[in-house]
């Protein structure tokens, strides 16, 4: 199959950036950031992936050390201190040396903790709800009055990710994590302003979204997220009210994307929904549609205009020339779960083979 008819593989351009082809490397927990500090051997893997053209997102880095997910998420990065903003240069460039365009996703995890936080802290979040799973930490409720300093630890982030060299940022708005936790009704109880109405509990996301593109501009940010996902007793009982009302908000805001899970995160049970439809046609930005594509779904979404880009998490995990291989409809390498989230700086992480075994 000749490569201009692959609808993954075709140009597109994400405002600044002139991307070669529509396949984004999703953001993805790797747990080998030691001490919350990025490793050197972050430069190979995310290299490895790395195309000319190519959009990566890295995985999920803590704004503060109020962020981090402690045993539940063990050695993930940061990005609030000096240190952490001198680790991510050596990998910034080395995807840049390659010809890619890397975005840092800034996270808080909110109440998702299974032990205290450092310091003997306990978790924070918009409610003092505990996940409904053995092992969770009770988290304590913010004031309004603190909201702020968390909507501040994201703006300083964003300042320091550039600071980093990174091309922009992704917002992690999903997955059951602080953003997504204020935007639940399920979870968000409060009777003040970030409580109560829609709007209310939008407020928190586009608060930290208003103050990040005052700080680096509309034209390097992107947020996740994922309104119709039930993520660690984060769920809606309006997903599709929610997912409207923050397109149409972040219109307001000029941000370069909007990155969106899918209602559901697989087809085994049978056709996709395409949940995203309205979305997608409200939002004037850049689309980015995750949740369990593959080469032929992919290809379907980008040639039927359901979205702009799509991103894949397993499937690059395990393939690092994923691009190459829709190219060529080769066969993949399957990935071992059991290794996502250990440690080692090599197995499960930078040993995955290409195709050409030289690379």
Request: with cysteine.
């Amino acid at each position: 199959m000749p490569e201009k008819s692959i609808p993954l593989l075709t140009p597109y351009n994400m405002g600044k950036f002139e991307l070669s082809h529509r396949i984004v490397l999703a953001p993805m927990t790797r747990s080998r950031s030691y001490g919350y500090v990025p490793q050197p051997h972050a430069a190979l893997y995310y290299s490895q992936r790395t195309t000319e053209g190519g959009l990566l997102i890295t995985e999920a880095t803590g704004v503060s050390d109020t962020a981090q997910g402690v045993t539940m998420y063990p050695e993930t990065p940061g990005i609030w201190t000096n240190e952490q903003v001198e680790a991510w240069k050596p990998i910034v460039k080395a995807v840049h040396d390659k010809g890619g365009i890397f975005f840092c996703q800034l996270w808080h995890v909110g109440r998702v903790f299974n032990v205290g936080q450092p310091n003997g802290r306990v978790p924070i979040g918009c409610s003092d709800k505990a996940i409904q799973q053995e092992g969770f930490f009770p988290p304590r409720r913010l004031r309004t009055d603190e909201i702020p300093q968390i909507v501040n630890d994201f703006r300083l982030a964003a300042r320091n990710a550039i600071d980093a060299g990174f091309d922009g940022v992704e917002i992690h708005g999903a997955a059951g994590y602080i953003i997504d936790q204020f935007m639940k009704d399920s979870v968000n109880d409060r009777t003040d302003e970030y409580g109560g109405s829609l709007e209310n509990r939008c407020r928190f996301p586009l608060e930290i979204v208003s103050a990040i593109v005052d700080e680096i501009g509309a034209d390097r940010v992107g947020i996740r997220l994922s309104p119709f996902a039930k993520f660690l007793d984060a769920y809606d009982s309006n997903p599709e009210a929610l997912a409207m009302y923050m397109v149409e908000s972040l219109n307001k805001y000029n941000i370069l994307y909007v990155h969106m899970f899918e209602a559901v995160m697989a087809s085994a049970d049978g056709p996709r929904p395409h949940s995203l439809s309205p979305m997608r046609k409200k939002f004037n930005g850049t689309f980015i549609a995750a949740g369990g594509f593959d080469r032929e779904e992919g290809n379907k979404v980008v040639d039927e205009n359901y979205t702009d880009l799509v991103s894949y998490g397993k499937m690059f995990l395990a393939n690092p020339d994923l691009p190459r291989r829709f190219e060529l409809d080769a066969p993949l390498n399957k990935y071992d779960y059991t290794t996502f989230y250990t440690p080692d700086p090599v197995i499960g992480y930078t040993d995955y083979p290409f195709l050409d075994s030289s690379a």
